[in-house]
């Protein structure tokens, strides 16, 4: 069976949250609004985002999201870009090679040394288009998506 790689993005805080919504939060390394990450679609990983799904919107990225999200929002431990020299220690080429051992689920964003396992997004530009405090199925925002995902990720770059 191929796994898909998920991109999740943490989009209303904890407050109100139970402790068990707030360390799910944190094993999937969403600490904060507006943080995104790479998953796989293992079940383990499913589970965790229904139970935070009232915060949290993830579905299927493409190639291409990975790609600018690494470029442009992707950060060395010490807070710095992705460089040259970081890839090389890291066993890759370039950036493209990378995003597409991340899009296969070859590797995994956190087992990656010295990169940050999140990437620190803006807030949407011209802001949400529906409701947070509703699921995306009932006409809000938060919840599975899909493709629609790499829409907003985009807006959030």
């Known amino acids: 069976m191929e796994r ?3 991109l999740a993005i943490r989009i ?3 407050i109100d949250a139970t402790k068990e919504v707030k360390d799910t939060l944190e094993m999937l390394r969403l600490g904060r609004t507006n943080y995104a990450t790479l998953l796989d679609d293992r079940p383990s990983y499913l589970g ?3 139970r935070v799904k009232d915060r949290v919107t993830w579905g299927e990225v493409s190639y291409e999201t990975i790609l600018r999200l690494l470029k442009e929002r992707g950060e060395t431990v010490g807070g710095r870009k992705i ?3 970081t890839l090389k220690q890291l066993g890759y080429e370039s950036l493209e090679e990378l995003a597409r051992a991340l899009y296969n ?3 995994e964003l956190t087992k990656l040394k010295g990169i940050k396992p999140f990437f620190r997004l803006h ?3 011209k802001g949400f288009k529906k409701k947070i405090k509703r699921p995306y199925g009932a006409g809000g925002e938060t919840g599975y998506r899909g493709e629609e ?3 907003l990720a985009l807006r959030m770059i």
């Open 83 to 85: 460089d040259e020299e």
């Open 12 to 14: 209303r805080s904890a």
């Open 4 to 6: 898909k790689c998920l």
């Open 48 to 50: 965790m985002l229904r």
């Open 105 to 107: 689920c070859e590797v």
């Open 123 to 125: 807030p949407p530009k």
């Open 149 to 151: 995902i790499n829409k």
